[in-house]
């Protein structure tokens, strides 16, 4: 009986993580961001783009408890085994997908590390110019990167909002990706 028991829950843990997982790529997929937001509608823009959104649902859950945090690394693994099963449907071979494996990982930890370092600075000049290099892919200030780094402002809140208790029911709010207000001066 206990068997049984821990059977329903992997199975029910595994079913509230592809919810998110697949919350999280929706969102990633909104067309604003490729008309609005000036996303490169590509694979490598859009790659871009679930890496951010995972990135944040990680960085709420990974300030949280041993569960928040334990979701937080189901969550990346839905990440990873997405991108893999990806790659092998694109026709990467079997001896390559672990090399490519190796470079979406660091690719991940990267911008997170980046993300994480603009959101813990003031303002929104910082973050504009993390989202301009690794999402846009220009080095150069972009007026489409403040909007941008206001909605990820916003979506960040609105994680930061969220119990946990939702994230446990398969549940993410995110805001919809609208032009944020025209930036303050200094910002």
């Not at 402002?153 to 944020?180: D, K, N």
């Amino acid at each position: 009986m206990l068997n049984l028991f821990r059977s329903l829950k992997r199975a029910k843990s595994r079913e509230t993580i592809e919810r998110l997982y697949g919350a999280i790529v929706a969102q990633s997929r909104r067309a604003e961001f490729y008309t609005d937001f000036g996303v490169p509608d590509t694979l490598e823009g859009r790659f871009e783009m679930v890496v951010l959104h995972t990135v944040l649902v990680c960085h709420r859950l990974k300030g949280g408890d041993d569960t928040a945090r334990a979701m937080s690394q189901e969550i990346f693994d839905a990440f990873a085994a997405d991108m893999d099963s990806t790659m092998r449907e694109l026709g990467v071979g079997d001896l390559t997908v672990p090399k490519k494996m190796k470079k979406i990982g660091a690719a991940f930890y990267g911008r997170a590390a980046a993300y994480d370092t603009a959101l813990a600075a003031p303002g929104n000049a910082l973050l504009a110019q993390a989202l301009a290099r690794n999402i846009l892919g220009t080095d150069e200030a972009s007026p489409r990167a403040e909007p941008f780094a206001a909605y990820v402002r916003a979506a960040v809140e609105r994680l930061e909002a969220t119990p946990f208790e939702t994230f446990a029911r398969g549940e993410l709010l995110l805001p919809p990706p609208e032009h944020g207000p025209a930036p303050e001066a200094g910002q």
